[in-house]
């Protein structure tokens, strides 16, 4: 499994508009910051990507209020298809992926399959993703997961991250659990 040293995390599209046009928006844009907030704790190697901003909007500022992560500009749907992320994406030299985004069913998908098939392993956070529309989001997830990636929740993931009670930062991280 992933750990606090060999994961990148990959934020896509967490975006004003996008997050605006969800039903669960709130749940969204708290569970996106927790894990934001950890990664920022932790220290891990993250990129967050923004599809289209002038007329979608730029990451929500919950998750720009945190750190200055580094932050790239898309019109493609799959991540690797933007060569600046690409560029980015190999420089850091993780095996294992921790991601989650909007739509569930568009820009993560495909960036999902996109980085499965290029050998790495991938922990989709459930519950920190959305589509405006339920199923195809819930159908989204079942193709990742025939596809190879793991279908996780933010507890999970953070949980995962720490291993232990004992970690430093556990009760810090903790406290985002309510």
Known sequence: MFDENNTTVICIDIQEKLVNMLQNSETIEKNTSILMK??????????????YPKGL????????GIKDFTTIEKTTFSVLKTPEFVEKFKSLKNKNILIFGIETHICVLQSVIDILESNYNVFLVSDCCASRDENNHNIALDVMKQKGAYIITLEIALFNLLKSSKHPNFKEIQKFIK
């Not at 990664?39 to 599809?51: C, K, P, V, W, Y």
């Not at 909007?57 to 720009?64: F, H, L, M, R, V």
């Open 38 to 51: 950890t990664a920022n704790i932790l220290n891990l190697d993250t990129i967050i990507t923004e599809q």
């Open 57 to 64: 909007g730029s990451t929500i500022e919950t998750i720009k």
